[in-house]
């Protein structure tokens, strides 16, 4: 037959190029046995700890550069690489190793009526683009994660790492391709500029899915724009919600440790609503515990009313308030008439992330799941506790807030998609 | 708390003042337990039939414009319900009844080691919108379907079935309605111009996923242009490939089924590929076969040369025929070198929904069956047999094509979204 030949590298922009060898690569990836993933991901693991010196020297003059245009300390040390935090990236490495993988799982199957043996088997989604912001290790988190189901990957950092980046992916790229497997399953998408996210954005057909993982502009941008599919991950405007048969001692509890354990994560809480028949026994207990972890309230009329008597920092919440995702030490309160209110406001406000409700009562805590739809609904628990790590999961690409696809921290299987094989003796309808 | 007021229907257009009635009978139809949703099931299929003359009358203005219009045939009998095909209608509604409601399904459950417990269940994905072409029973199959999974439609059909479907919407609502359950939960969107498809595709965060259903052209406006999550159906460019190991009484059964059993559906056959070690055994058998089932062969060179001692009419095939979706008695065919090759063109021009293999090679169907990436791998069997109905699901909303969310056919699971339910007893971080 006349088979057109397809030279994709002739006329195409670097991006596109990238996609293409990316889509050979996943070819090649997809019916791969665990064991030469494992072994691939066993040769990056040792070659991060022996080219350690080389990143940590391609990280300096990130730093550096940072320092000049006057980042602040908090983001030049998420961007930081030290030989122990490449250690400690090697380590996540091995752990992935360890994690089952989700290819050629059977979903379902069944024999049909007719005698076809119907199977559902995990495969990988095929190429993976991942847009996403400072911190280096994600460059490695990512890839890993990737490569073990079965997925290239197309890296496009932020442009305050591409030197980090650069190195990162040479190594990634010399361990792959010397355990032979394609090197062009973990490629670094070429160019700084926003150029390079709109035509990922447009290589429908050649790049699977998109996850930007970073700010909310970030993501907005790329949800709105982009035509190839999108896992919108990680807006938290997160809720605790004590019910009126809440142990208070245990909802104090919930409230800082969801607040105030790590604010600038996105399973922080960031309003507070409170049933009004607790309102009086609760609220003073947790306004001084707020004040004492530093957090600054935001409050409606019914919390403010409880101010004079505090020793927190209670400022009138704005309109604004109820809908921000501080990742901060502060946090927006109201007092609700009963527990249909807070779902209300729940549902209005939350970004659908995860919602906690503290109570003793049966009856409202399965009220409270059943009505409210956020990836992660929490009874008696910190909001905190909505993470692929915490969850088991070993490992974790992102939290999607959607509902399509995966919904919640990420996985290995929610890297995968899946197809029927159907299997007959001649089978015709 | 100073809760702001939204009052949605004062300024906003149909279309979402629509989509926020729908967003409000999701929240109520979410918690529902299968007896409501299926009483109000038996009332759909009930008022069905004791209303079939006033949606019999609706279809006729139809049916006459279309005739006005000078619409074919084959059109217009797509579009026309007659007392018959409305009692079937019916019927398909009781089918669904019986299915069993994937809301609540625990798809995953364990208790973590600090003891809280983990548990992934199945809820709607919330509001679904459907844009389909003609067939008005579409309008009711899809309101069940969605009704059933817990998800409020948003129905946007063709402005040449509008009488048709606003008479069945209506009959629809009144079920519903009468039922106790919110009739919003099945609206047909207003306005028969395009702005209304623009209007459902920019509604992100009121309308959580839109499935097109129909031509080539509707899915690729709605791909390109929704914000809003599309599930992508439908195009079918299959083929069967025939090994060098096939049975070739088999190979002929299976062609002629995938071909010329139903030509008009996205499961059908639209490649020929041929192993060169059987090609004189089986083209000669395959041609005389498609020459009786008044099948026109578009075929590359090396099946050219059989066609002088065939009674087939086959024609030379261009570049264009190899990504055709005939839907059609037509069939591009080539020959291959090897399996492998017949991979490579699959991987080039397949729309990834259904690819056979026949071969009694247990080494190929294997190979076969790892390389090839599409919704359904079929071997020795009819690429006929990707349907919901033929795989069991009772039930089927579309064919996916894409890798997202759900892939192949979609049944009542695959329009539902996870939540993770978290219990604890006071536990933090």
Redesign the interface.
């Known amino acids: 037959?006349?088979?057109?030949s397809?030279n994709p590298y002739d006329s195409l922009t670097p991006v596109t190029q990238a996609a293409y060898r990316a889509r050979a690569a996943a070819?090649d990836l997809?019916?791969l046995p665990r064991a030469e993933k494992d072994d691939a991901l066993a040769a990056i693991a040792d070659a991060l700890e022996v080219r350690t010196a080389e990143i940590v020297k391609a990280n300096a003059k990130d730093i550096a550069r940072a320092r000049e245009a006057g980042t602040s300390e908090s983001i030049i040390d998420r961007l930081t690489l030290t030989p122990e935090r490449v250690r400690a990236i090697a380590s996540d490495v091995r752990d992935v190793i360890a994690l089952p993988d989700p290819v050629g799982t059977v979903v379902r199957g069944?024999t049909?009526?007719n005698g076809?043996d119907?199977r559902?088997v995990r495969?990988p989604?095929?190429v993976v683009g991942i847009i996403y912001e400072a911190r280096p290790n994600v460059t490695v988190d990512a890839a890993a994660l990737c490569l073990k189901s079965g997925n290239a990957v197309l890296l496009r950092g932020s442009s305050s790492a591409y030197e980090s980046n650069t190195a990162l992916v040479r190594v990634l790229r010399d361990a792959v391709g010397g355990s032979g497997l394609p090197a062009d399953a973990i490629q670094l998408v070429p160019g700084e500029s926003r150029d390079s996210v709109t035509e990922l954005m447009r290589a429908?057909g050649l790049v699977?899915?998109l996850i930007p993982r970073g700010g909310a502009s970030l993501i907005k941008n790329v949800?709105?724009n982009s035509?190839v599919?999108?896992?919108e991950t990680g807006t938290g405007n997160c809720h605790v919600y004590v019910d009126a048969a809440a142990?208070i001692d245990?909802a104090v509890?919930?409230l800082i440790?969801?607040k105030a354990?790590r604010p600038s994560v996105c399973n922080a809480a960031e309003t507070l609503l409170v049933h009004q028949d607790i309102a009086d026994a609760f609220v003073p207990r947790a306004l001084d515990a707020l004040a004492d972890a530093g957090v600054t309230v935001h409050a409606?009329?019914?919390i403010l009313a409880y101010a004079p008597q505090s020793k927190a920092t209670v400022v009138e919440?704005h309109?604004d308030d109820?809908e921000t995702e501080y990742l901060s030490y502060d946090i927006a309160a109201?007092?609700?008439d009963d527990l249909d209110k807070a779902v209300?406001?729940i549902?209005?406000w939350s970004s659908g992330h995860t919602e906690a409700i503290v109570t003793t009562s049966q009856a409202a805590?399965r009220r409270f799941?059943?009505?409210v739809?956020?990836?992660?609904?929490?009874?008696?628990?910190?909001t905190?506790?909505?993470d692929g790590g915490?969850?088991?999961f070993g490992a974790e690409i992102g939290i999607s807030t959607?509902?399509?696809?995966a919904?919640?921290?990420m996985g290995l299987p929610e890297l995968t998609?899946?197809?029927?094989?159907?299997?007959?003796?001649?089978?015709?309808?």
């Open positions: 037959m006349t088979s057109p397809l070819n997809a019916p069944n049909l009526p076809i119907l559902q495969v989604l095929g429908r699977d899915v949800v709105e035509i599919p999108v896992i142990d245990m509890d919930i440790n969801s354990q409606d009329p019914r919440a309109h109820w109201a007092v609700v209300e406001h549902r209005l805590a799941t059943q009505l739809d956020s990836t992660t609904v929490a009874v008696n628990a910190s905190r506790f909505t915490q969850f088991g959607q509902k399509l696809h919904r919640g921290p998609s899946t197809k029927y094989i159907v299997t007959g003796d001649g089978h015709i309808r």
